[in-house]
């Protein structure tokens, strides 16, 4: 069943106070306590805006790794919550990003943040994901004599699709953030968003991330993933670093996308007898690359054997540069240059097997 989230579903209380909706956390479910911790915290991220005081001045470099924490807790926290067939890898991912999160944190947004990835990287989330949604209510509340009723209102409403019956998964998917945003939210949000592409760090790989949550947007499992377990060492080094090395990977995808995409299209205007010339030079298919141990990409899916390290390829590849080589996907194999990839040899294929058809 294709499962809907209406965004006007009625409350059973008007006027929720936030000790009832840390109430109703108690006793769910580990999957659903996380994915109402995770939205909690998404939706006071716009609240940064008036702590840094936007927009009168511009991001400093330390408000900007803070900014860059708190995306990082919140990604880590919702993809546990949309992905939990991943959990195996994701839970551990989400602890070890809110682990130091004491030390680092200095306002009620960013200790919303990193209550939902504790709470996500938790065996029993549920005090966690209650200090999360406490910490997102005294945050929105010190914007907006309202953001407080805005907040928990949203909260209970996702408290209550649970008790209905829908999935913490539909929930973290397929529901936009707000019923309807409140305009501290909106306009907070259009000055942070303002305020980080004005740094010129590639932070549209965030932005357009956070646009996607507000709006329930469409999502890539790879790349979810991916920036999720991204290891402590490189947030370390940054904003510019972190969104250059996302940024890498967004393209490698949309090249590969593209490239097959182009395949498929050419593939359609092919005789029956000439598809079977093509079938020798074409890649691998996925399941080849399982029996040996290496990954696969392609078609919008990672394919990857579980358990140790892929095997070395039998034959020599071309050098890939230290650039490519810091982009590439978690357990993505070394592609070769779009010039020199199957997809373009099978192009030129096509363009004479077709020729030939004409004799």
Request: hydrophobic share 40%; net charge positive.
């Amino acid at each position: 069943m294709n499962e809907h989230i209406d965004p006007a579903r009625p409350l059973s209380s008007p006027n929720p106070q936030p000790q009832e909706v840390v109430a109703r956390l108690f006793g769910k479910p580990r999957d659903a306590a996380v994915v109402v911790a995770a939205r909690a915290a998404l939706r006071v991220i716009p609240v940064l805006a008036f702590q840094f005081g936007l927009p009168s001045r511009g991001l400093s470099e330390a408000q900007r790794f803070a900014v860059l924490r708190v995306f990082r807790w919140t990604s880590a926290a919702w993809t546990a919550a949309a992905y939990p067939g991943r959990s195996a890898e994701l839970r551990p991912a989400a602890a070890a990003a809110g682990s130091r999160s004491d030390r680092e944190t200095k306002s009620d947004a960013e200790s919303a943040a990193a209550w939902a990835s504790v709470a996500a990287g938790a065996r029993r989330p549920g005090n966690f994901s209650s200090q999360a949604v406490l910490f997102a209510d005294r945050a929105a509340l010190s914007v907006d004599s309202l953001g407080s009723e805005d907040l928990l209102n949203s909260c209970t409403a996702d408290t209550e699709s649970l008790e209905r019956g829908f999935s913490p998964v539909t929930l973290a998917l397929s529901s936009t953030l707000w019923p309807s945003t409140p305009e501290w939210a909106f306009e907070g949000w259009a000055q942070l968003e303002r305020a980080l592409l004005d740094a010129n760090e590639n932070w549209e790989v965030w932005t357009n991330w956070y646009e996607a949550r507000l709006k329930a947007g469409a999502t890539d499992q790879v790349l979810e993933v991916a920036r999720a377990m991204i290891p402590r060492e490189v947030w370390d080094q940054g904003p510019k670093v972190v969104s250059g090395q996302i940024n890498g990977w967004l393209e490698e995808r949309e090249i590969w996308h593209h490239a097959t995409s182009d395949n498929s299209a050419a593939s359609a205007d092919v005789t029956p007898s000439a598809r079977g010339e093509i079938s020798a030079i074409r890649s691998p298919r996925p399941g080849a690359g399982e029996r040996t141990g290496r990954s696969h990409v392609g078609g919008g899916r990672l394919w990857e054997r579980p358990g140790g390290p892929p095997e070395p390829r039998p034959t020599p590849r071309p050098a890939t540069s230290k650039a490519r080589q810091r982009h590439r996907l978690p357990g993505a194999t070394e592609q070769a240059p779009p010039s020199e990839r199957p997809c373009s040899r099978t192009a030129s294929r096509l363009t004479w097997l077709q020729r030939l058809s004409c004799f």
